[in-house]
């Protein structure tokens, strides 16, 4: 078999220095064979591809997402914290059958297109508990669009009013029974089932690859962590988990555990390089540390912590640590949106207000390198992330007569604070063009958007009785939340300033 070449040529194409530089790119089989100088000889049986005009990018790499949000768009309350969306997110995944759960991981991934992004680490959510089928739609769902995923069951065997010490006791009477009586589905088929899915991987690994999602620790008994590590060492897969999103999260993994929750983690023997924090925020110095000694990194996501009041994460002091940090948009339906330009901007204004000193804030190009190959990194995928030879042809082509691009000086600069996803013109995966001129060619998108509707329809209707429950009580458990941690623990600074303040 002969194999598949394309030369782009006249791209603007953006090198791992962060210098642009006008090169053409010569792909084989998916893959970047050569980056030269415009005008080099390609075989007579290339296809040519112009990129005249175009700023040609690695794609971008979402570290943290969930696809099952997407069908949720617009059901989270405009003023919800981390657990009062929590409360509601039981109802929100109920009653949904094999096409709901494909037909949402298709809109994510669409959407993810759109906005320049590539590969994602997709944290997939199925009620009562997880599915071979459900994690296989998922996944079908990336294959179909044409992406790059790590796709994880993401799992629990406590709900939030077993999981959060003292929520039930703060709840009034009548509710107290009707929340006590809820319970995640046990261990035991649980676990099953991951292993199933790990066992029996149906996709090519170089596309979409299995991972496990123990979804919170709190959330989680110890016997249900440890198994989930030896789960991810047996089968040499990543592990993902929502560490420290909250300040109540972290006052709380205190009060249960006596202890920080990453020292918690560090106990059970949790730590390893196969784990990424989803958030990592109310981290203290010695957390820090140990997640550096351990290789474990961490998922930043700027726009849900700022959506749901979570925090900022101190991002400069996981990177003095040796950390690995990639950026996440996280849900569509926790920060609006799979926007990871939004969130590479949003990755470096916010690491503005840790203080003065301008040489400790995160640059443009820091901000592009944890979006792309810390995010590679925290997907496990090695040879996605950066335009060079030898890498995956994952390849975003943005028109540079775009506002914020004119007049051109800096592009890398100009694209990372300016680029919101509309300059998209074209998105190559795998050397496959699967986005271009405003068009999606691997998914039906008039098609998703009716099955959206129909679907949004018929679940809300479903799920009402679930919902205005979830709605009473979220508003209890956001109260109980924002109490905690003001008295008696030692927390991090910025908490402590908070509380007092
Ligand atoms: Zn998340």
């Given at each position: ?81 981390l657990e009062?969306?929590l ?36 944290l ?30 993401m799992?629990a065997?406590r709900?939030i009013?077993?999981a959060l ?48 999602g123990p979804t919170i620790p709190l959330h989680c008994?110890?016997?249900?962590l ?15 988990t929502h560490l420290a999103e909250s300040?109540?999260q972290?006052?709380l993994g ?7 929750l ?16 989803a958030h ?222």
């Amino acid at each position: 078999m002969t194999a598949r070449r394309t030369v782009i040529r006249g791209g603007l194409v953006l090198g791992h220095g962060g210098d642009a530089a006008p090169m053409d790119m010569l792909i084989e089989d998916g893959r970047i064979l050569a980056i030269e100088a415009p005008g080099f000889e390609a075989s007579e049986d290339a296809e040519v591809l112009s990129a005249h005009d175009r700023m040609l990018i690695p794609g971008l790499i979402s570290a943290h997402t969930h696809s099952h949000g997407a069908l949720n768009r617009g059901a989270v309350d405009d003023r919800a914290s981390l657990e009062m969306f929590l409360t509601g997110a039981g109802a929100s995944t109920r009653s949904r059958g094999i096409d709901d759960k494909y037909l949402s991981a298709a809109l994510s991934a669409a959407e993810m297109i759109r906005k320049g992004c590539t590969a994602c680490f997709d944290l997939s959510v199925e009620f009562p508990g997880p599915s071979r089928e459900g994690i296989s739609a998922v996944a079908r769902a990336y294959h179909d669009a044409g992406m790059r995923a790590v796709v994880a069951p993401m799992i629990a065997d406590r709900i939030i009013y077993q999981a959060l010490p003292g929520l039930l006791e703060a709840l009034p009477e009548d509710l107290r029974a009707q929340c006590a009586s809820l319970a995640a589905e046990p261990i035991e088929p649980t676990l099953a089932t991951c292993r199933d899915i790990l066992a029996n991987w149906e996709f090519d690994r170089r596309w979409i690859r299995p991972a496990l999602g123990p979804t919170i620790p709190l959330h989680c008994s110890d016997p249900f962590l440890t198994a989930c590590a030896q789960l991810s060492a047996e089968y040499g897969v990543p592990l993902q988990t929502h560490l420290a999103e909250s300040r109540a999260q972290a006052a709380l993994g205190r009060t249960r555990y006596g202890k920080s929750l990453v020292g918690h983690l560090d106990q059970l023997g949790v730590l390893s390089e196969r784990l990424s924090a989803a958030h990592g925020i109310w981290l203290d110095d010695d957390d820090i540390a140990r997640l550096g000694q351990t290789g474990v990194g961490v998922a930043h996501n700027p726009s849900s912590n700022l959506r749901l009041g979570s925090g900022v994460a101190p991002v400069r002091k996981l990177l003095q640590n040796g950390i690995t940090v990639g950026v996440g948009t996280d849900a569509s339906n926790t920060s609006d949106g799979q926007n990871m330009f939004e969130a590479t901007r949003l990755a470096s204004y916010l690491s503005r207000i840790d203080g003065f000193d301008s040489e400790q804030w995160l640059s443009a190009k820091e901000a592009f390198d944890l979006a792309t190959e810390g995010s590679a990194k925290i997907l496990g995928f090695e040879k996605i992330g950066r335009l060079a030879p030898g890498y995956e042809a994952d390849i975003v082509f943005l028109r540079l007569d775009s506002p914020h691009f004119v007049p051109l000086r800096w592009p890398l600069m100009q694209m990372v604070f300016g680029e919101n996803g509309a300059s998209v013109h074209t998105v190559m995966i795998g050397g496959r063009i699967v986005f271009d001129d405003g068009k999606l060619l691997t998914l039906d998108e008039a098609s998703l958007r009716r099955r959206a509707e129909d679907a949004a329809r018929r679940l809300d209707e479903a799920n009402a009785g679930a919902f205005a429950t979830a709605a009473t009580i979220a508003r209890l458990v956001g109260t109980f939340c924002a109490a905690q941690g003001c008295t008696g623990h030692t927390l991090p600074r910025k908490l402590s300033l908070a509380c007092e303040g």
